[in-house]
């Protein structure tokens, strides 16, 4: 687990809380990395998480849909992005670190800051992304600026933050996406089924990005 010298002074552990809220939400790469960083977290240490804004129904990825199942807490989400950081403080678990999505905009007092920098092509292909999206982003670059440290998924985005939004490189660290154990037990029938069912022939691309 994770220990503070303060926390053990008093016999506790470092408590983190991470905000769920693209769990809610049709999305892709996101989603999949947190719902699966968040499985791999609890397994390593279960008794030093706690979440904000997670679903009931998280067990499993459904990229179709979502939001509609969680109107509630969409609307919670709406609501407490429009009122300040102590209204937000008050139902958010308590915590030493709290680490924040792109969707979340007020954020506890008290806890450390953290988010995952994921890519920048807001900036670097605007071309390819609605208003909405890089509005959003640009929003979510002045939480990058605050925050006391972030999560890169790769060299790459973490040269492109330091070069594009100037964040200082001490606060990044680089820690790559992990691949799920699910992944690597797919049988050869499995696989068999799966091209016919799609009707692919070799040779054949595998493109598992979105369009962006």
């Given at each position: ?144 600026r605050s925050a006391d440290g972030l999560i890169c998924v790769s060299g790459n985005s973490r040269r492109d933050a330091e070069r ?49």
């Open positions: 687990g994770w220990h503070s010298p303060a926390g053990k002074a008093r016999g506790r552990s470092l408590k983190v809380c991470i905000d769920c809220s693209p769990l809610l939400v049709r999305s892709a790469g996101v989603k999949t990395y947190l719902h699966h960083w968040l499985k791999a977290l609890r397994g390593c240490s279960p008794d030093s998480i706690a979440t904000f804004l997670e679903p009931r129904d998280n067990q499993h990825l459904d990229h179709a849909g979502g939001a509609k199942r969680h109107f509630l807490r969409l609307a919670a989400l709406w609501a407490l992005n429009r009122t300040g950081d102590r209204f937000v403080s008050r139902f958010v678990p308590e915590s030493s670190v709290f680490h924040v999505s792109n969707l979340l905009r007020r954020f506890p007092r008290g806890p450390k800051l953290s988010a995952t920098v994921h890519d920048l092509t807001t900036w670097l292909v605007p071309q390819f992304h609605t208003p909405v999206q890089r509005s959003a982003d640009e929003a979510f670059a002045g939480v990058l594009i939004l100037r964040l200082d490189p001490r606060r990044m660290t680089v820690i790559y996406p992990g691949v799920p154990g699910s992944y690597f037990n797919v049988t050869p029938e499995e696989s068999e089924a799966a091209a016919r069912a799609l009707s692919l022939r070799n040779p054949y691309f595998l493109f598992v990005s979105t369009i962006e």
